[in-house]
């Protein structure tokens, strides 16, 4: 983001962008370093007078921490690039707040992390959008790998083997036996995932109130990109989380939450990346995927196999067809086909 003053055009058409998101405003205070650019590009385009905040931190003394000319009635539009956790946009509200009309916030990157109500460009879940639409259309594959093995070990080297070839690898973190393990898997599997091109997702079929689910989440944030979550939650609950994949059915038993999940998902579209389901729903927007896949139909316990010729939603889920046969990429390519 701070190599953004290198590209002008950039640069511009950004600082467009979200100077359309803005109310209607007569100062804008730029956050240095990163907000800075921004904020002065939108002030010289739009002739609306420049301040910025002075770093508390940097110990400036005496020295005022504001910067530029305002007056206490002028509404002013806060500026960063990027929030994170907020700190830096705290500390400017607070230095602002008795000097002028503070009447909105706007940053080019939310990395969601925050419960600052801003406005922004694009979000972690645009990211999450994004490269698993790229991941899919440059591998040709629409296969998720369910990697549901006890052994970590036995995960690794079979990702190194089809790691080429799939979006997605999905596991459930509380089967697995990290205690024997010696490695540090979550590691190994985030390298796995860089080099091979694959997302990552944690089936954790959230079901709490939201101020659990933050707490869950939180655990969880660092390497994760995909989690899967409930259609009966509350659009609060899905609001603390990011790459959130609704429930819609379930392989196993019959019934179907096709509206709730949709209006869920429409309330929350940052905050969701589409459905775990057996039938497609929505018009596009969202991804379908769909679990309970094998390369022939048939029922094991309760799991209802579909043959994968048979699912035409974006996404297959498999797991034991794939880690259960003596040529796991044999297998993988077969599903590709
Ligand atoms: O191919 P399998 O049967 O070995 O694995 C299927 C995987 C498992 C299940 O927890 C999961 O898909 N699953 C889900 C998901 C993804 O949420 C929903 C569902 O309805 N059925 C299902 O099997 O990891």
Redesign the pocket.
């Known amino acids: 983001m701070k190599n953004l003053i290198s590209y002008p055009k950039l640069l511009k058409s950004i600082g467009d962008e979200l100077y359309k998101k803005l109310p209607d405003f007569d100062i804008i205070c730029g956050v240095p370093y990163g907000g800075l650019p921004i904020a002065l590009y939108i002030s010289v385009t739009y002739n609306k007078p420049l301040i910025f905040v002075r770093d508390k931190k940097k110990g400036y003394g005496m020295q005022k921490l504001i910067e530029g000319e305002y007056k206490k009635e002028d509404r002013c539009i806060i500026i960063d690039d990027v929030i994170t956790t907020g700190g830096s946009i705290k500390e400017a509200h607070e230095i602002l707040k008795d000097e002028v009309n503070i009447v909105d916030t706007a940053v080019i990157f939310n990395r969601q992390e925050s419960d600052i109500d801003v406005k922004f460009l694009y979000c972690r879940n645009d990211v999450i959008r994004y490269r698993l639409k790229n991941i899919k259309s440059d591998k040709n594959s629409n296969l998720?790998f369910?990697a549901?093995l006890e052994d970590p070990q036995k995960i690794i080297d079979i990702l190194e083997k089809i790691g080429k070839y799939i979006s997605v690898c999905?596991?459930?973190i509380d089967t697995l036996d990290l205690d024997n393990y010696e490695n540090n898997f979550i590691e190994e599997l985030i390298k796995l995932s860089v080099n091979h091109n694959f997302l990552i997702?944690e089936?954790r079929?959230f079901s709490d109130i939201s101020y659990i689910v933050e707490k869950q989440y939180k655990k969880i944030k660092s390497w994760t990109d995909l989690v899967?979550v409930h259609s009966f939650v509350s659009p609060e609950t899905l609001s603390k989380i990011t790459g959130g994949?609704i429930?819609e059915?379930?392989?196993?038993?019959d019934y179907s939450f096709g509206k709730n999940s949709l209006e869920l998902a429409e309330s929350k579209k940052d905050n969701v990346i589409g459905f775990?389901t057996?039938k497609r729903i929505g018009t596009g927007f969202f991804v379908c995927?769909t679990?309970?896949?094998?390369l022939e139909e048939k029922k094991?316990g309760d799991?209802n196999?579909r043959n994968y010729k048979e699912v035409d939603t974006d996404f297959i889920?498999?797991?034991?067809?794939?880690?259960?046969s003596v040529d796991p990429e044999e297998i993988v390519k077969k599903f590709l086909n």
């Open positions: 998720i369910s549901d999905k596991i459930h997702m089936d079929k899967t994949l429930i059915s379930m392989s196993n038993i775990i057996q995927m679990p309970g896949v094998s094991e799991q196999y889920i498999v797991g034991r067809a794939i880690y259960n």
